[in-house]
């Protein structure tokens, strides 16, 4: 599929992030509170949403820039019907690690389908194996058991290797860690441990809820040994150990202790067609008025070379008193 284009300008284009829809079925650490996220809440209208035929045609000019990875996720992206149709569409593009992030609640069933259409690998939520706990981060209405259950019937779809992303809260579910990595150790799944971030302005961050990285290795290290191992590739975010008797790795995600914005190589794209270089972004760039103006590939493509080639964005490098108090768009919009 040939070589970044963008990589003589020294910020390669490698990983597009998509939200098919803001929709979800709980609301997670990044989305809350309720008067903001509950019944009442005002999704995206249908007709603002990008149509599967029309994320397919960004993808494809997305990989002449040189993408390699996509990543589907939401809100919860297994509430978009028919999501297999363009699990489908994306995997006949080219060899791409095709993944997806859900929080494991229809995971069960739709494991299987997303597999046969093309689907390579997934990445599930979990941040604690403790019920009470788990509704305590979450807030949802079902229970571990059922998103368990969604990660073995991933294993037995063949959707590997899987990842588990567990988000950290200071004096919420840290006890939490350690039974993590124990359940996890030697079962071939990855869990990757990341600190409480200031995703969107909702969520009550403060920095004395993060439970920094070096905090949770060191717990882990004290009953099961670890020792460092090289990033797989550039951009990777998680840094990795693995167990030192062999059974095993987990990463950790340190965007807020030790940012990694030099190295970014993810783009993101909203369920309306926005294009944002930060998870962190206060603003998008439209192209979904592109896609419905009838503007051809090529003017596509030159508008998304443009946004990228001329990114400034690096709030976790600068993060102060003076970002904190930015506006900045919800995780259920952008995508995780």
Request: charged share 30%; glycine share 8%.
């Amino acid at each position: 599929m040939g070589t970044n284009p963008l990589d003589t300008l020294g910020r390669p284009l490698h990983d597009l992030r998509i939200s098919v829809t803001d929709r979800c079925n709980f609301r997670c650490v990044y989305c809350m509170p309720k008067e903001v996220f509950g019944k009442d809440f005002q999704f995206l209208p249908r007709a603002e949403i990008l149509t599967f035929e029309e994320i397919e045609r960004l993808v494809r000019i997305f990989v002449s820039l040189g993408v390699r990875k996509i990543r589907l996720t939401g809100g919860e992206p297994l509430v978009r019907r028919d999501l297999e149709r363009l699990v489908e569409k994306l995997a006949s593009i080219g060899d791409l690690d095709l993944t997806l992030t859900t929080n494991g609640s229809l995971l069960a069933q739709k494991a299987r389908p997303l597999a046969e259409a093309g689907l390579r690998r997934v990445t599930v939520s979990l941040d604690s194996l403790d019920d009470a706990t788990f509704k305590r981060m979450n807030d949802s209405d079902f229970p571990v058991a059922k998103v368990l259950a969604g990660i073995e019937a991933a294993r037995a779809a063949g959707l590997a290797p899987i990842k588990i992303n567990m988000v950290t809260k200071r004096a919420v579910n840290e006890s939490s860690i350690v039974p993590m990595a124990r359940y996890f150790k030697g079962t071939g799944m990855t869990l990757r441990f990341i600190e409480f971030m200031d995703v969107g302005s909702t969520n009550g961050w403060r920095l004395d809820d993060v439970v920094p990285a070096r905090e949770i290795v060191a717990m882990i290290d004290r009953e099961m040994p670890l020792e460092p191992i090289q990033a797989g590739y550039r951009g990777e975010v998680a840094a990795r150990y693995r167990y030192k008797d062999g059974t095993g790795e987990i990463g950790v995600i340190s965007s807020v202790t030790q940012p990694f914005c030099a190295d970014c190589t993810r783009a993101r794209l909203s369920a309306d067609g926005s294009l944002y270089t930060c998870l962190f972004a206060t603003q998008g760039h439209d192209l979904r008025a592109l896609l419905r103006s009838g503007a051809t590939d090529d003017e596509i493509t030159r508008a998304i070379t443009a946004v990228w080639t001329e990114r400034t964005d690096r709030y976790s490098d600068l993060r102060s008193e003076e970002t904190a108090g930015l506006r900045k768009i919800e995780m259920s919009f952008i995508g995780g």
